[in-house]
């Protein structure tokens, strides 16, 4: 049987072995704590001091003086002149300017050295056409027919004051040489009536288009 009395005794009995197993234990714990836990070291508080680099400054700036006032401009002055209320200028009339004291025309050559306009009222007609248009046929190069190649050929015909021709200069080529040859003998043949100027006959240079085709040929 027991009792209040006899518990106590026994936990009196045993409170010392308990005590000393606790301590036993807690060291034990704590021995394995600091075993098992990771090695901390403490970082050092001393801080490297950096280099100094020297840097090297930009020469100074030198800044202009201002410059010089300069001074305004002076004022033109306008000449004031008398004129005379009776200065009148003398008349020009053909009478006080006679042609004989004129200097003559400067020279420009001959209206036949190169194509020009020369004014006319009524252009020069080729009179001779059917005998043209028969040369012209005849004088088609045989080699370009058998190829049917054919071409136009633009002149430039100078023609003096009778309507015959003087010169020829080539205006447009056909692209063949043939071509334009031939169409250069036509036009020695060529005879005109002569411009007018008004009353007057005059030369003229024209532009006198030749045109080689095949279907222009007589069978």
Do not use: C
């Not at 901390?40 to 090297?56: H, K, Q, V």
């Not at 050929?153 to 100078?158: A, D, H, K, N, R």
């Not at 009778?162 to 205006?171: A, D, E, K, N, P």
């Amino acid at each position: 049987m027991s009792g209040p009395g006899l518990a106590n005794d026994t936990f009196k009995r045993s409170y010392q072995n308990m005590m000393a197993g606790g301590i036993i234990a807690a060291v034990l714990a704590h021995f394995i704590l600091f075993a098992l836990f990771p090695k901390m070291e403490a970082n050092r508080l001393d801080a490297a001091a950096a280099a100094l680099e020297a840097i090297e400054l930009p020469p100074e700036v030198q800044i202009p003086p201002p410059p010089e006032h300069v001074a305004r401009p002076a004022t033109p002055k306008v000449a004031v002149a008398d004129i005379a209320e009776d200065v009148t200028i003398a008349p020009t009339t053909f009478e006080s300017n006679p042609v004989e004291n004129l200097p003559p025309p400067p020279r420009t050559g001959s209206p036949a050295d190169r194509p020009s306009f020369i004014p006319y009222t009524q252009a020069p007609r080729l009179n001779n056409r059917t005998e043209v248009a028969s040369f012209v046929n005849r004088s088609y190069p045989m080699s370009l027919q058998e190829a049917k190649i054919e071409g136009s050929v633009i002149l430039w015909i100078y023609i003096d004051e009778l309507g015959r021709v003087q010169r020829t200069v080539l205006s447009e080529s056909s692209g063949y040489t043939q071509l334009d040859e031939a169409a250069m003998k036509v036009a020695e043949i060529m005879e005109f009536r002569p411009a007018f100027n008004r009353d007057k006959k005059t030369p003229v240079w024209i532009s006198q288009p030749m045109h080689f085709a095949l279907h222009n040929r007589s069978p």
